[in-house]
């Protein structure tokens, strides 16, 4: 992702790649696409930017991240393209569960609505084949998709259970 998000002196902005400068502020943005296209030059800046759109499925929600989710995004794929793939990783737990065995799909934590997959199965910071109902502990998803209300049922849910599992809720006549 060369064109990424950056803070200087707690100012959000906007740098091109890992060398480029940090520019904050409104036309942060534009300053960081200009050092792109002074740095790659106009033509291989523009295909950069055109590969980048049609393979990074998760852009749209990237975008709805807020900063500080963006700031959480940007930082594990920063770590991914320095270390590489987490899940190769030497003692790092990723934790990722397929969509058969992912128990929060329903509530919508899953790949799918992770602003990190790049495709309906390739990851962009795990190097393992990824599925859309599946989730991992790194998943960034933006406000609104996870439910709420379901979570708070669940575990009002998980406490009622006695030790066999029933309901312990009384019924109300
Ligand atoms: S939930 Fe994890 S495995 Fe799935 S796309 Fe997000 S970071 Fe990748």
């Known amino acids: ?3 990424k998000r950056c803070s200087d002196n707690g100012k959000n902005g906007w740098k091109w790649g890992d060398q480029g400068s ?3 502020g ?5 300053q960081a696409i200009k050092q792109g296209i002074a740095i790659e030059g106009p033509e291989k800046f523009a295909k ?4 980048e759109a049609a393979e990074w499925h998760g852009k749209t929600l990237y ?3 807020s900063d500080d989710e963006k700031e959480l995004a940007n930082a594990l794929i920063s770590l991914a393209q320095k270390i590489g793939p987490l899940d190769k ?16 799909k329903d509530i919508g934590v899953k790949c799918g609505n992770c ?12 190097d393992q084949e990824i599925e859309m109902d599946g989730a991992c502990r790194f998943a960034v998803i ?5 439910k709420p209300k379901q979570v708070e049922k669940d575990i009002e849910e998980y406490l009622n259970e006695d030790s066999s599992g029933k309901s312990i809720i009384k019924k109300e006549m």
Do not use: F, Q
Request: with cysteine.
């Open 1 to 3: 992702m060369p064109l």
């Open 22 to 24: 940090c520019y904050t």
């Open 26 to 30: 409104k036309d942060g943005k534009n």
């Open 48 to 51: 950069i930017m055109r590969e």
């Open 63 to 65: 975008d709805s991240l």
């Open 89 to 104: 990783g030497e003692g790092v737990w990723v934790g990722y569960e397929n969509g058969s065995t992912n128990e929060v």
């Open 115 to 126: 602003a990190l997959h790049k495709s309906e199965n390739a990851c962009a910071i795990l």
């Open 142 to 146: 933006p406000p609104g998709l996870v």
